[in-house]
């Protein structure tokens, strides 16, 4: 329903936007110009176990991202960079229901990127977004297992996988822009990335394909624009 309700924000961003006349465009957003938006992903689930099941799992994922930029605005379309970074931690542990058996499941998940992106502004306030890049994710994965045995004593196993992978990605999105003074800018926006990655064995070799991940993402930050 959330991302129900964003979609249709944008939608209704976009139409108020053209008809109002989208030649009112703010002649203040131009010039040399930067900024940065930033996110939070901070979740903790509970699950106990369903019919036929005798697992229960507990899920915690925590992470951020900082998104900063740089570009250059004319009267309608913004050009510019922006370096994407997001580091987060997924930890799941499932427990039997008799107790006698736990596995704990950890990733570490870091991705940078470096994207060229095109703004169109409008409306004095309103801006939509596209842009394609390089990207490049690290995991790390760490999982253990335990079980209980007779007596009281136990046995565990441990393992330990890293895996990186780099490939091209694009995002798309739309968002406004409030003034506050002296050429800062409050922002926030709503986007989506797609982002394909293959196993990156070494830097001339690449193998097979690793993954396709699209986030839906609502960004918050600050802007600067020069008016020159």
């Not at 203040?28 to 110009?33: A, E, I, V």
């Not at 379309?77 to 058996?101: A, I």
């Not at 409050?186 to 797609?194: G, H, K, L, N, S």
């Amino acid at each position: 329903m959330r991302v129900d309700l964003v979609h249709t924000t944008v939608l209704a961003v976009a139409i108020a936007g053209f008809s109002t006349a989208a030649v009112a465009r703010t002649t203040q957003r131009t010039g040399l110009n930067f900024g940065t938006s930033v996110r939070s992903i901070d979740a903790n689930e509970r699950t106990t176990p369903a019919d036929g099941s005798t697992i229960n799992s507990q899920v915690t994922t925590t992470g951020q991202g900082v998104d900063p930029y740089i570009g250059y605005a004319f009267t309608s379309f913004n050009l510019g960079l922006v370096y994407s970074s997001d580091d987060s931690t997924s930890e799941t542990n499932e427990v039997t229901t008799d107790g006698l058996t736990s596995v704990n499941h950890k990733t570490a998940q870091s991705t940078q990127g470096l994207s060229f992106f095109t703004r169109f502004l409008f409306a004095n306030y309103f801006f939509f977004e596209g842009g394609f890049g390089l990207y490049k994710e690290t995991q790390k994965i760490h999982i253990e297992t335990r079980q209980v045995q007779s007596g009281g004593a136990f046995v565990g196993t441990s393992d330990d996988s890293s895996f990186t992978g780099m490939g091209p990605g694009y995002h798309a999105g739309g968002g406004l822009e409030l003034p506050i003074s002296g050429g800062f800018y409050f922002t926030t926006a709503y986007q989506v990335r797609m982002v394909q990655l293959r196993d990156h064995v070494d830097s001339n070799s690449f193998g097979r394909k690793r993954s396709v991940t699209q986030k839906n993402e609502v960004l918050f930050g600050v802007a600067y624009y020069d008016g020159k």
